[in-house]
């Protein structure tokens, strides 16, 4: 499961609850101690001794003073640590996300898990092929890669490398292995070979095209010359996240 937002209540939850004993020990120990003294239920013998007197009440030595705060920095570290997990998380999850609703993909089951099961590489099919259909269907969406190395490519399933990908096109899975992609001298042409046009999916397909010579001013289109639509999608910066995660944005 990668939705990791759902987990955002008991993180909030744990990450508090540590706080709320971890600050108060590094600035004073000697403060949780006298407050945790208040729920002692055990009476103090009467003939207790000194030590046994100043340890009933919650006061520190030396020894425990620096023990608690090495504690309290212990639980400062594990949480940041589970603030980070989450932040890291939720920025692979928002960010295959993000890619797949640019490629077309429209919201369903595989939305929960958007880095294994709504977004991949391809499969079956690299985009060279003769054209069999009379006519064609025109392809929507890519992103050049030449350029920008996008991070989601990093968590999604079967994702090609970046010295492999020049050029990504993404079409639904039922018509990324008729997708052909025909690199001219003036132009990129892009079609889909099939004669339906091709539905709206849950789930997208990325085709990795490696250019043959650089793009230059060529024009990336699909049939009858229209210019196709570029997407950028990536994953937010941590930054970004972190102020998502705080106000529920």
């Given at each position: 499961?990668?939705?990791?937002?759902?987990?955002?209540?008991?993180?909030?939850?744990?990450?508090?609850?540590?706080?709320?004993?971890?600050?108060?020990?590094?600035?004073?120990?000697q403060w949780t101690s006298t407050i945790m003294a208040l729920f002692r239920t055990t009476p103090v013998p009467a003939d207790a001794t000194p030590e046994e007197a100043r340890r009933a009440a919650g006061i520190l030595g030396p020894q425990q003073i620096r023990s608690r705060r090495m504690l309290a920095v212990a639980l400062v570290g594990l949480v940041l640590i589970i603030v980070g997990f989450n932040i890291s998380f939720t920025r692979e999850s928002n960010g295959c996300?993000?890619?797949?609703?640019?490629?077309?993909a429209v919201d369903g089951v595989p939305a929960k898990d958007p880095c294994v099961n709504m977004i991949y590489g391809t499969f079956i099919g690299d985009g060279t092929g003769i054209k069999l259909e009379d006519?064609?269907?025109?392809?929507?969406?890519?992103?050049?890669?030449?350029?920008?190395?996008?991070?989601?490519?990093?968590?999604i399933q079967n994702a090609p490398p970046y010295d492999q990908a020049d050029l990504l096109i993404g079409t639904g899975q039922s018509c990324a292995p008729d997708l052909r992609v025909e690199q001219q001298d003036d132009k990129i042409l892009v079609y889909?070979?099939?004669?339906?046009?091709?539905?709206?999916?849950?789930?997208t397909s990325l085709t990795a095209i490696k250019l043959k010579k650089p793009l230059g001013d060529r024009k990336i289109v699909t049939l009858d010359d229209k210019p196709m639509t570029e997407v950028n999608p990536d994953m937010d910066s941590w930054f970004t996240v972190l102020k998502k995660l705080a106000t529920g944005g």
């Open positions: 499961m990668r939705n990791y937002w759902s987990l955002l209540p008991t993180v909030a939850i744990v990450v508090v609850l540590i706080l709320l004993y971890a600050v108060p020990t590094l600035i004073n120990p996300y993000r890619a797949a609703k640019a490629f077309g006519k064609p269907v025109p392809a929507e969406f890519y992103q050049l890669v030449h350029k920008n190395k996008p991070a989601y490519l990093k968590w889909v070979d099939t004669d339906q046009p091709c539905p709206h999916e849950d789930s």
